[in-house]
């Protein structure tokens, strides 16, 4: 009796698993992205200090100043405070707002394979402090860490 129990459990997880695995999927089922496929948009907004680069949701964007040529130097504890922006298709699958320069728009891979933004070879990171769209506070910290401005400047002006 156990192992009658035992297989019809074990056929319905089976039969459970394969449905949810994809199958035909039914009318106005859409695939979904892979992670990091979603597009990426860079705008401006105004912050306290200037003009400066931010996501479509507004969240600002950093350049770190011991990054050189377009690589990242940010690893392990620091990118946990300073996630990068990413873009799996690379800088084709970046849209860029008006008033943003397109040859200045690049990515680099970092040493962990992530692709990440790089704009007048600053690669891009969030700050983990920012919780609001349009928020600075990584502005200035460790004399370190600036926005960047729409010619891909660092705005090194504190609040």
Do not use: H
């Amino acid at each position: 009796m156990r192992i009658r129990v035992t297989l019809a459990a074990a056929g319905a997880l089976l039969a459970l698993t394969a449905c949810s695995a994809g199958g035909s999927g039914g009318a106005g089922a859409e695939p979904s992205a892979p992670a990091g496929a979603e597009p990426v948009g860079i705008t401006l907004v105004e912050s306290e200090v200037g003009t400066a680069l931010a996501d479509t949701q507004g969240r600002i964007l950093y350049g770190f100043t011991k990054d050189k040529d377009a690589e990242s130097v940010c690893e392990a504890d620091c990118i946990a405070t300073w996630p990068a922006l990413t873009a799996a298709a690379g800088a084709d699958g970046v849209e860029l707002g008006e008033g943003l320069d397109a040859a200045l728009l690049d990515t680099t891979e970092r040493t962990d394979g992530v692709v990440q933004v790089v704009y007048n070879d600053w690669p891009l990171y969030y700050y983990v402090g920012d919780a609001l769209a349009e928020e600075s506070n990584g502005q200035g910290l460790d004399e370190e860490w600036f926005l960047v401005a729409p010619d891909g400047s660092l705005i090194r002006d504190l609040p």
